[in-house]
């Protein structure tokens, strides 16, 4: 019970909990669109990557599963998107009852809040941007496949819909069995996506602190102000990037008009950010595209969002840190603020924690499959910063790849850092220092 109690335990645990519950409703029989149960591998890593916003499948979503599958798919990315710790804290206020300061903490511990405040008002904040954004980004998906895309009103509002909540939440899961490919020459369909994806990409600190500021940049936060700058460059380079590299492909950008090869190169320059859509097709990308890929999908998004990765702000701090080294500067920092020693630790350990487990896993499936070694990376980069962009691999996985492949989505869903401490929990801190001997570095 010690564990439960435990903010920092309790995170993990509820997780876990929703994957338990997403698997036992996909294993059931009319949760297919064949009738039959579907395999417990099938099921675990459907809802694993549900949970965990990644938008990995090993079955293409809309020929196998049901409408009621892809109703319980839809449902586990939106609870995997909020934090079910978020949503815990909501049905809490609903009834009445107010939480205390450890439910208190356990929020902001796993939507990674930069400072203490008005939970409830907070919340109320996350819950009222949800339901606009999805609402209006459903109905224009829904008008746009109606009018320009022959679908029936109803089915154009079912895609549009679960299409809204997908990107919403980073989760790239798509009822359509190519993704968004089939738009790839409407900037109606792509261009309500993108912009769902880099509004809850940058996270919602920046959005309470937008919704507080305004435009009055001088009284921005350290962390909006990084976390908008840092998403400003990410995305002009993977933009000029793609574009470059990809102009002349037969296989992607190479047979279309300027106007759409720049839609397009606009898309998937926000797509690594984890959101996981396709309007290209990732398997023939060329190789230097794939390199761009994997940096853009490493570092992720903002903080406190539905995005993964190590984030925007560590890969920025880590950028810093190097420079106050190459300046012979004492302190690291940025827009006159410097940062403290406690968050260039932490922005280290993230950045060396994620790239050791995708190492690992990469070393791992490398040497039970015979794939190409670049695609396995691309995949458990993917996976970790939950992403979901796959080069086409994922289904031809053996079953204990696929497992690799659900502990880096879990993980990088849940964080590096929120897994280290709750293992560590329980021993004793020193409360002594030894002396300090300094090293050759380099």
């Not at 154009?156 to 790239?172: K, R, Y």
């Not at 999908?297 to 106050?324: E, P, Q, R, Y």
């Not at 086409?392 to 204990?400: E, K, V, Y």
């Not at 020193?430 to 300090?436: A, I």
Request: with cysteine; charged share 15%; aromatic share 10%.
């Amino acid at each position: 019970m010690m564990g439960l109690r435990n903010p920092i335990r309790l995170i993990p645990l509820l997780f876990l909990a929703a994957i338990a519950i997403g698997t036992a409703a996909l294993s059931l029989p009319f949760a297919t669109a064949d009738g039959t149960r579907a395999p417990f591998m099938t099921a675990l890593f459907t809802a694993t990557s549900a949970i965990a916003v990644t938008g990995l499948i090993v079955e293409d979503t809309p020929t196998y599963w049901s409408l009621f599958g892809q109703a319980a798919i839809m449902v586990m990315f939106q609870i995997g998107g909020l934090g079910i710790m978020t949503a815990a804290t909501l049905f809490g206020l609903m009834a009445g009852r107010g939480f205390g300061l450890r439910e208190r903490m356990a929020t902001q511990v796993e939507r990674n809040r930069l400072e203490t405040g008005d939970t409830a008002a907070v919340l109320k904040m996350v819950f009222a941007i949800t339901i606009v954004v999805e609402v209006i980004v459903a109905a224009i998906l829904a008008y746009r496949m109606a009018s320009h895309h022959g679908l029936s009103p109803g089915t154009a509002l079912w895609h549009g819909t679960f299409h809204s909540i997908s990107a919403f939440n980073n989760a790239g899961f798509s009822t359509f069995s190519d993704s968004v490919m089939g738009f790839q020459n409407d900037p109606l369909v792509l261009g309500p996506i993108m912009l769902a994806v880099i509004l809850t990409a940058l996270g919602f600190p920046v959005m309470q602190d937008l919704r507080e500021r305004r435009l009055d940049w001088r009284h921005w936060s350290l962390h909006t102000k990084i976390t908008l700058a840092g998403t400003a460059f990410l995305l002009a380079f993977g933009f000029v990037s793609i574009l470059a590299m990809e102009w002349n492909n037969p296989d992607t950008l190479g047979p279309m008009g300027v106007g759409a090869k720049l839609l397009n190169a606009a898309f998937h320059s926000v797509m690594p950010r984890t959101a996981g859509f396709n309007s290209l097709d990732v398997g023939e990308f060329r190789d230097q595209t794939l390199m761009v890929n994997y940096l853009l999908m490493f570092i992720g998004g903002g903080s406190a969002g539905t995005a993964g990765g190590i984030k925007v702000t560590t890969f920025v701090i880590l950028f810093a840190i190097v420079l106050s080294e190459i300046l012979a500067r004492r302190d690291a920092g940025l827009y006159n603020r410097r940062f403290g020693s406690e968050v260039e630790r932490q922005a280290l350990s993230v950045t060396v924690l994620a790239g050791a487990l995708i190492f690992a896993a990469t070393t791992f499936i490398a040497s039970i499959t015979p794939l190409p070694l670049e695609e396995i990376l691309f995949e458990c980069i993917s996976a970790f910063s939950t992403v979901g962009l796959s080069t086409g691999i994922t289904g031809d996985l053996p079953p204990a790849g696929q497992l690799v492949i659900i502990m880096l989505m879990f993980v990088g869903r849940v964080g590096t850092i929120t897994v280290a401490t709750a293992l560590a929990i329980g021993r004793p801190h020193r409360t002594y220092r030894f002396p300090k001997e300094n090293v050759i570095v380099g």
